[in-house]
């Protein structure tokens, strides 16, 4: 998660977490994952689709709630440029 904060190596992160989830779907870390790698990546709608299918699984996870008002609050202007 270090790399996906420092927005390096967004899309092999992408690639791995996606093969990940074939194996684990619907696995809630996992999701988290992937919704933080395309919040890195600028998919901030994916981000939110991502963490509302947790949200609906986790209803009760605060942690989960908190990553989705991040995800709706921070404008896509203050995200760094994406390095692959």
């Known amino acids: ?3 996906c904060k420092k927005r390096i190596k967004i899309g092999r992160g ?3 977490i996606q093969e990940v989830l074939k194996v684990h779907p619907g696995k809630s870390k996992y999701v988290d994952t992937f919704a933080e790698l395309l919040y890195a990546k600028g998919d901030i709608e994916g981000a939110i689709q991502s963490m ?4 609906r699984i986790n209803p009760s996870n605060s942690y989960y709630k908190q990553q989705l008002r991040k995800f709706k609050n921070v404008p896509l202007e203050s995200l760094n440029t994406v390095q692959n």
């Open 1 to 3: 998660m270090a790399l």
């Open 14 to 16: 992408l690639e791995l």
């Open 52 to 55: 509302n299918e947790i949200i």
